[in-house]
């Protein structure tokens, strides 16, 4: 490996440690609790592996929370009317 070649790679992982802590630092001055920060940072793109070193939890911690938000994003769709089994409203019209 060429010393250019590490430096680039060195300051790749320089830089994305620098937006996990800028992304940090800006959901934090906006959120006031834990779990907000949490959903700015997965809602930026960070991985699991990011956002638990910025949150001090562990990767695997921070891919459950992951999950548990997809989860709850999904469970926030419209619930189709207990009579409507297609899953689709009806139309006025009959």
Do not use: C, W
């Given at each position: 490996?060429?010393?250019?070649?590490?430096?680039?790679?060195?300051l790749?992982?320089?830089?994305?440690?620098?937006?996990?802590?800028l992304?940090f630092?800006?959901?934090?001055?906006?959120?006031?609790?834990?779990?907000?920060?949490?959903?700015?940072?997965?809602?930026?793109?960070?991985?699991?592996?990011?956002?638990?070193?910025?949150?001090?939890?562990?990767?695997?911690?921070?891919?459950?929370r992951?999950t548990?938000?997809?989860?709850?994003?999904?469970?926030?769709?419209?619930?189709?009317?207990?009579?409507?089994?297609?899953?689709?409203?009806?139309?006025?019209?009959?």
């Amino acid at each position: 490996m060429s010393k250019a070649s590490s430096e680039t790679e060195l300051l790749a992982e320089i830089s994305r440690k620098l937006d996990s802590v800028l992304a940090f630092l800006s959901a934090s001055a906006a959120a006031k609790d834990e779990g907000e920060v949490f959903r700015r940072l997965y809602e930026n793109g960070h991985s699991a592996e990011e956002i638990g070193r910025v949150m001090g939890i562990t990767e695997n911690a921070a891919a459950i929370r992951m999950t548990r938000l997809r989860q709850k994003a999904g469970k926030s769709q419209p619930k189709a009317r207990k009579n409507d089994k297609s899953g689709t409203e009806e139309s006025p019209a009959g």
